[in-house]
């Protein structure tokens, strides 16, 4: 297989490979590091590489597994191909590569099946057509502004009218 580049910052790619090995062999491929010596590459994030047999996804299949768990679209599937795939595979996310540009070199016994692009969250809109998103459709109302607080000098100037009173008193 020829060398596969990654370019630097790329975002919401699953590489999906079959593998041509021994059960011992690929399960090892879930250890730290052994991704990336069967890929050529190093400083890989293991817990953005999952190494599993088909036979796992049961019902689901590989179909389902990328398209409902990983959230590729239908369009960019072959549900024949993908349901034929038997055996151990890997799916390597872009994650895994941590913004970095990279030229995979993999070992002769991993095949690319498929790079499929993530959905990703579209968030244009139409236009809101409510009542309440209407400009200046909330009732009009005055704001409040601040309300005297003469309550405190009215009670200061009893307070200094009985202490006066008092004292008047006691001088009289």
């Given at each position: 297989m020829s060398n596969l580049t990654v370019a630097p910052h790329e975002r919401g790619v699953l590489r999906l490979f079959s593998l041509d090995m021994r059960t011992e062999e690929a399960k090892f491929l879930r250890e730290p590091g052994a991704a990336d010596q069967i890929l050529g590459v190093s400083g890989l994030d293991p817990a953005q590489i999952d190494v599993f047999p088909v036979s796992d996804l049961e019902e689901l299949g590989l179909f389902g597994y990328l398209n409902d768990g990983c959230g590729v679209?239908?369009?960019?599937?072959?549900?024949?191909m993908l349901e034929a795939i038997e055996g151990w595979v890997m799916v390597l996310r872009s994650a895994a590569f941590d913004g970095q540009g990279a030229d995979l070199k993999p070992d002769p016994r991993v095949h690319l099946v498929g790079l499929y692009t993530e959905e990703t969250?579209?968030?244009?809109?139409?236009?809101?057509?409510?009542?309440?998103?209407?400009?200046?459709?909330?009732?009009?109302?005055?704001?409040?502004?601040?309300?005297?607080?003469?309550?405190?000098?009215?009670?200061?100037?009893?307070?200094?009218?009985?202490?006066?009173?008092?004292?008047?008193?006691?001088?009289?």
């Open positions: 679209s239908a369009d960019q599937l072959n549900r024949t969250t579209n968030w244009t809109g139409g236009k809101i057509e409510t009542e309440s998103a209407k400009p200046f459709s909330a009732p009009q109302t005055l704001p409040e502004g601040p309300k005297p607080r003469r309550i405190g000098s009215a009670v200061l100037a009893l307070v200094i009218l009985l202490v006066v009173g008092g004292v008047l008193w006691l001088i009289l």
